[in-house]
């Protein structure tokens, strides 16, 4: 989750965008830099670490006001162009060489971007047997070089034929030094936003990076070029074809900038999943048919001598370990123990060399978490840690870590993470499943083909959704009690679900077994108790129909979440929910969507702050 931010214009403009870069801080990275164009020489800083690194190397300590002079970066007169980036690594580690902006082999050249590029491979090589040079690891640093490759002259057009040979989803701004009042940039997947003021122009992969400057906007769509200047933007598609595009005005206050518009973190937090999933699992699937975890660098031989996978975890991070435990079994044919790890680290628990422990936690830090880990790595086992904040104690607490890229989650309610986590697992369980040959070849790819869809399926289940659940919530704010049942897969998401009802809305929930539910809670049911039901299509999707009709049986209202396409559930339910059809054990990772949304709405129709929750608080760290 990087950050973008250019300017143009008649200002100094260095620190115009150290501060846009730090009104996109909470989106998280590792490093940061920015270029300067002046006199037609372009002068790059970059630096590891939080942008305080950064304000020192180009001379600005954090405790100065800012000024417009000074600073070993600054040329003389000071620049009027530039472009800022905040990197959050991807492809290839944390360095200086790999923080942004990055160069062609001629310097004149400058990117910054945001995303993937996925054929970064091939053009890699290409442009290598061509004679290009690099000087970074990264795959950013490709499309300065192909943009090098087609100019001849006119910047806006190597900018279009270099998009044209890119795959991936990225946005990206590029500058050259011949044209001291001009940035180009592209969109693909990945936000970018023009800002027009008086007589300069900002480009940001989000408003609040220039919200102070100005409030008139022009968004970009995916497949289009914007060609940036002191007087405006043109925009155009990618065949050349011009673009009319209205300027929209920001209303905004600086708070609901941080928002994104949404009235919530936790609401655009919901809507950042397709990201955070994209993002998560993208680089990692190299090709069509094999997933990459080599990251990790677990040996080949202690993959043939696991004995079995332990995960331990709390809250919903435990959910996302659930959701895991049925993909890695199904598919690597490993087994699985699920552990709540204030419970793991006071068991004495029975755990060795052969064994992998997984500990999921988003922020890293939390006690119970770390402890469980620890206690496992003193009795030889291998400790993962799958968290989403780099430099957390839980990655120097691990042998190895995967990290989640779900940038920062300001909602006490985990939404963002918890998908980005679960998909996490599905990777590792793909990646197990081949590295012990446990799964045929040609299945694993098309699990692999149905993962690559989902952060598109996440966007489409989002908007096709929303409205109907918010009818739902209205029907159902006032309810006491809610109860949720699923099985197999099913029975992660209901946990989740309950889990978000109760945290936010403060309304009792259960979530069970569906199965059991006969043992006990069926004694809850009357007219007036909501049920949600997942019922996405599954091998077992029959037994839950049963579950169905004796919940109607006593008259509870159903509302169940069902795969499109689907009849049998509807003629059960009260009322269903529809999500997009994929492989059956990735259906969690859509289905608990709808039931963030309906613990979204409930709560919000009971006027609560969503975004924190009484007696709840995240565990955050920020340097
Ligand atoms: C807190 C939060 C939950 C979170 C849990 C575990 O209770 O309210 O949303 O799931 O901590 O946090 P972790 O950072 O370890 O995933």
Same mark, same amino acid.
């Given at each position: 989750m990087c950050g973008i931010v250019g300017y143009v214009g008649g200002r100094p403009c260095r620190d115009l965008l150290v501060a846009g870069l730090e009104k996109l801080e909470y989106r998280g990275y590792d490093s940061a830099g920015i270029s300067l164009l002046t006199d037609g020489h372009v002068e790059t800083v970059r630096a590891v670490g939080n942008l305080s690194n950064l304000r020192a190397a180009i001379g600005l300590d954090a405790d100065t006001p800012v000024s417009a002079e000074g600073g070993v970066a600054v040329a003389t007169p000071p620049a009027t162009i530039g472009l800022g980036h905040t990197r959050w690594a991807t492809h290839g580690r944390v360095t200086e060489e790999n923080a942004h902006p990055h160069g062609d082999c001629t310097g004149h050249i400058h990117i910054v971007l945001n995303g993937i590029v996925e054929n970064h491979t091939e053009l890699r090589r290409e442009l290598s047997e061509s004679g290009h040079a690099f000087s970074s690891e990264t795959d950013a640093e490709i499309v300065a070089h192909m943009i090098e490759k087609h100019y001849d002259g006119d910047l806006t057009e190597a900018v279009r034929n270099a998009f044209a040979e890119l795959r991936g989803h990225y946005a990206f701004v590029a500058m050259h030094a011949d044209h001291p009042d001009v940035l180009v940039a592209a969109r693909q997947e990945c936000p970018l936003i023009v800002g027009v003021g008086e007589g300069e122009t900002f480009v940001a992969s989000a408003i609040p990076a220039f919200l102070a400057e100005t409030r008139d906007v022009l968004g970009l769509k995916n497949g289009e070029i914007v060609t940036v200047t002191p007087e405006g933007a043109r925009i155009v598609e990618v065949d050349g074809t011009p673009v009319e595009r209205e300027i929209e005005e920001v209303t905004w206050d600086e708070e609901a900038a941080e928002k994104g518009g949404y009235s919530t973190f936790m609401l655009k937090e919901i809507h950042e999943q397709p990201d955070a999933v994209a993002e998560t699992?993208?680089?990692?699937?190299?090709?069509?048919?094999?997933?990459?975890? *080599?990251?990790?660098?677990?040996?080949?031989?202690?993959?043939?001598?696991?004995?079995?996978?332990?995960?331990?975890?709390?809250?919903?991070?435990?959910?996302?370990?659930?959701?895991?435990? &049925?993909?890695?079994?199904?598919?690597?044919? %490993?087994?699985?123990?699920?552990?709540?790890?204030?419970?793991?680290?006071?068991?004495?628990? %029975?755990?060795?060399?052969?064994?992998?422990?997984?500990?999921?936690?988003?922020?890293?830090?939390?006690?119970?978490?770390?402890?469980?880990?620890?206690?496992?790595?003193?009795? /030889?086992?291998?400790?993962?840690?799958?968290?989403?904040?780099?430099?957390?104690?839980?990655?120097?607490?691990?042998?190895?870590?995967?990290?989640?890229?779900?940038?920062?989650?300001? /909602?006490?309610?985990?939404?963002?993470?918890?998908?980005?986590?679960?998909?996490?697992?599905?990777?590792?369980?793909?990646?197990?499943?081949?590295?012990?040959?446990?799964?045929?070849?040609?299945?694993?790819?098309?699990?692999?083909?149905?993962?690559?869809?989902?952060?598109?399926?996440?966007?489409?289940?989002?908007? *096709?959704?929303?409205?109907? %659940?918010?009818?739902?919530?209205? *029907?159902?704010?006032?309810?006491?009690?809610?109860? &949720?049942?699923?099985?197999?897969?099913?029975?992660?998401?209901?946990?989740?679900?309950?889990?978000?009802?109760?945290?936010?809305?403060?309304?009792?929930?259960?979530? =069970?077994?569906?199965?059991?539910?006969?043992?006990?809670?069926?004694?809850?049911?009357?007219? *007036?108790?909501?049920?949600?039901?997942?019922?996405?299509?599954?091998?077992?999707?029959?037994?839950?129909?049963?579950?169905?009709?004796?919940?109607?049986?006593?008259?509870?209202?159903?509302?169940?979440?069902?795969?499109?396409?689907?009849?049998?559930?509807?003629?059960?339910?009260?009322?269903?929910? =529809?999500?997009?059809?994929?492989?059956?054990?990735?259906?969690?990772?859509?289905?608990?969507?709808?039931?963030?949304?309906?613990?979204?709405?409930?709560?919000?129709?009971?006027?609560?702050?969503?975004?924190?929750?009484?007696?709840?608080?995240?565990?955050?760290?920020?340097?």
């Open positions: 699992i993208t680089d990692r699937i190299p090709d069509a048919d094999s997933v990459d975890l *080599s990251e990790l660098e677990i040996s080949q031989e202690f993959l043939n001598d696991l004995r079995r996978i332990v995960i331990v975890a709390c809250g919903t991070s435990y959910h996302a370990g659930l959701v895991g435990r &049925y993909a890695i079994e199904q598919w690597a044919r %490993v087994p699985v123990e699920m552990d709540i790890a204030s419970e793991y680290r006071y068991r004495d628990p %029975v755990v060795g060399t052969n064994d992998l422990v997984v500990g999921i936690t988003q922020s890293g830090e939390t006690a119970d978490t770390l402890a469980a880990m620890r206690l496992a790595r003193e009795r /030889g086992a291998k400790v993962m840690a799958l968290t989403n904040v780099m430099g957390s104690q839980a990655t120097r607490d691990a042998d190895t870590v995967l990290y989640t890229r779900a940038g920062l989650e300001m /909602g006490v309610a985990a939404t963002k993470t918890f998908t980005a986590q679960t998909a996490a697992m599905y990777l590792l369980g793909i990646w197990l499943a081949q590295s012990r040959d446990a799964w045929p070849p040609e299945k694993i790819a098309e699990v692999i083909a149905e993962l690559k869809g989902i952060p598109s399926k996440i966007g489409t289940t989002l908007a *096709s959704v929303e409205e109907r %659940v918010r009818a739902i919530a209205r *029907s159902h704010a006032e309810a006491r009690f809610f109860l &949720y049942l699923g099985r197999n897969i099913g029975l992660p998401v209901c946990l989740e679900g309950a889990l978000k009802m109760k945290e936010i809305s403060y309304i009792p929930t259960d979530a =069970y077994a569906a199965g059991e539910m006969k043992h006990g809670p069926i004694a809850l049911l009357d007219e *007036s108790t909501p049920v949600v039901c997942v019922a996405t299509d599954s091998p077992i999707l029959e037994k839950v129909l049963s579950n169905i009709a004796e919940v109607r049986a006593r008259g509870a209202d159903v509302i169940a979440i069902a795969t499109e396409g689907n009849t049998q559930v509807a003629e059960v339910a009260d009322q269903t929910l =529809y999500v997009p059809k994929t492989d059956w054990v990735l259906q969690p990772i859509l289905a608990v969507l709808p039931l963030q949304l309906l613990a979204y709405h409930v709560a919000r129709l009971n006027n609560l702050n969503v975004d924190q929750p009484r007696n709840l608080a995240k565990t955050v760290t920020v340097e």
